[in-house]
Structures are given as structure tokens and as C-alpha cells.
């Protein structure tokens, strides 16, 4: 069975604009979760996502927003974007939420904002 | 509030020495814990997790973790290192909601 799969693996944007980035997760997860980690520090937690709800927000701005899509893939946007905001941003899933279920993590998204 | 330390961020051992990997972590319920391995450019794995019972988890690639209420610790350990085990070590608690919080990781180098 595939993993999770996020795309693109490496974006480079400038100061201002908008950008979004993609996950699928396993087959049959229901539970999706960002998380950005900056570089030499731990993934931080941005959203969480099951059957289509916000279940969770970490203390992210508004330029940050989710969705979760009826076939459970999701996407992360980010407006406005700020040199600070390069990091490598990390899609997870689980069968469903709650602390019980171990994540599985993709390879991420690799944000430069120049 | 929730939080992970993770007081080492370099270790360095000898292939075929030891490891002890230190996590303490602040939570006000019943914690549940995981440790994560990342290679470079590479997402999280999954070594092993804590939610209840035998405090002394088993997980893949030999690694083992000691839950300890009293300490509210949970050190990561391997008997005998392999070169292939150098990475970032990340330990996390996860709460209610499935949210994670993530130490800020403990970089391994094996030297020969």
C-alpha cells in the first residue's frame, strides 16, 4: 500500500504570495494533520483534519488554512507568505483522531520563500 | 501546558556502543508517547509508542523505551548501534485530539 504522498516535494516562492500544498493520505486514514518544522526544531502542529472538520489548530496565523476533500486528501494554504515561513511541511494520517493512533508521516514539502 | 524536552541535541557513539536517547515531558493526564526517527529530506517513522500497560516498549530496529511516571521520562535505548541508525530523534506526546507535540530532537552520529 502507498504511504502518504505529498506534493509538490520542493516549492520556491517570494514574499507575499499565495501558496498551496497537497497530501493523500493511506488508504483508508481518515485523520490528517500538518505540521511545519523549521529547520533544526521539531514538527509543530498546524491543523488537524477528520472526516472533513477542523478537530485541532496549533497557534498558527489566519494566513494559514485546511481542507479535507470527501476522499480525505487535504490541502494546506498559506497567504501572505513570509521569509519565516520556509520550513518543510509534513502531512500526516491515522485511522482516526485521538492520541491512540500512532501518525504516519510523509516525506514532506519543502518550502522556500525568497 | 503540554511540552517535550529533549535535553541532548547531538549525541555521538562508537557503531556496536550503547544509546540512551533522553525525553522528559510535561502533560497533566496520562501521556501518550511516541518516538520518531528522521533520515534527512525524509519524513517521520515511527519507532515505537507508549499508551498504557508494561512500562518497557519494544519496537522496530532493535529500539526500546522506558516509560517512568515518576521521572516523566521516557529515554529511548539500543544495545548495540549500527551505522545506519544515524538521524534525528524526535519524541512527541500526543493528547486528546490526536494532536502531537514534538521534542526538538536529538541528532545520532555513528562514528566507525
Known amino acids: 500500500d502507498a504511504g502518504v504522498t505529498q506534493s509538490p516535494t520542493h516549492l520556491i516562492k517570494t514574499r507575499g504570495q499565495h501558496v498551496t500544498l497537497r497530501c493523500s493520505p493511506i488508504?483508508?486514514?481518515?485523520?490528517v494533520s500538518w505540521y511545519q518544522q523549521v529547520l533544526g526544531q521539531g514538527p509543530q502542529f498546524i491543523f488537524q483534519?477528520?472526516?472533513?472538520?477542523?478537530?485541532g489548530r496549533g497557534n498558527f496565523p489566519d494566513r494559514f488554512s485546511a481542507r479535507q476533500f470527501p476522499n480525505y486528501s487535504s490541502e494546506l494554504n498559506v497567504n501572505a507568505l513570509l521569509l519565516g515561513d520556509s520550513a518543510l511541511y509534513l502531512c500526516?494520517?491515522?485511522?482516526?483522531?485521538?492520541?491512540?493512533?500512532?501518525?504516519?508521516f510523509g516525506d514532506g514539502t519543502r518550502l522556500s520563500i525568497l | 501546558a503540554q511540552s517535550v524536552t529533549q535535553p541532548d541535541i547531538h549525541i555521538t557513539v562508537s557503531e556496536g556502543a550503547s544509546l540512551e536517547l533522553r525525553c522528559n515531558y510535561s502533560?497533566?493526564?496520562?501521556?501518550?508517547l511516541f518516538w520518531y526517527v528522521q533520515s534527512p529530506g525524509q519524513g517521520l517513522q515511527l519507532l515505537l509508542k507508549?499508551?498504557?500497560?508494561?512500562?518497557l516498549v519494544q519496537g522496530i530496529k532493535g529500539f526500546e523505551a522506558e516509560f517512568k511516571r515518576s521521572q516523566s521520562s521516557f529515554n529511548l535505548r539500543k544495545p548495540s548501534v549500527h551505522w545506519s541508525d544515524a538521524a534525528e530523534y524526535f519524541c512527541?506526546?500526543?493528547?486528546?485530539?490526536?494532536?502531537?507535540?514534538f521534542g526538538t530532537g536529538t541528532s545520532l552520529t555513528v562514528i566507525p
Open positions: 500526516a494520517s491515522s485511522l482516526v483522531t485521538g492520541g491512540l493512533q500512532p501518525q504516519h
Open positions: 488508504s483508508g486514514h481518515k485523520s
Open positions: 483534519y477528520y472526516e472533513k472538520e477542523e478537530r
Open positions: 502533560y497533566g493526564a496520562t501521556p501518550y
Open positions: 507508549y499508551f498504557s500497560g508494561d512500562t
Open positions: 512527541a506526546v500526543g493528547i486528546t485530539g490526536n494532536q502531537f507535540y
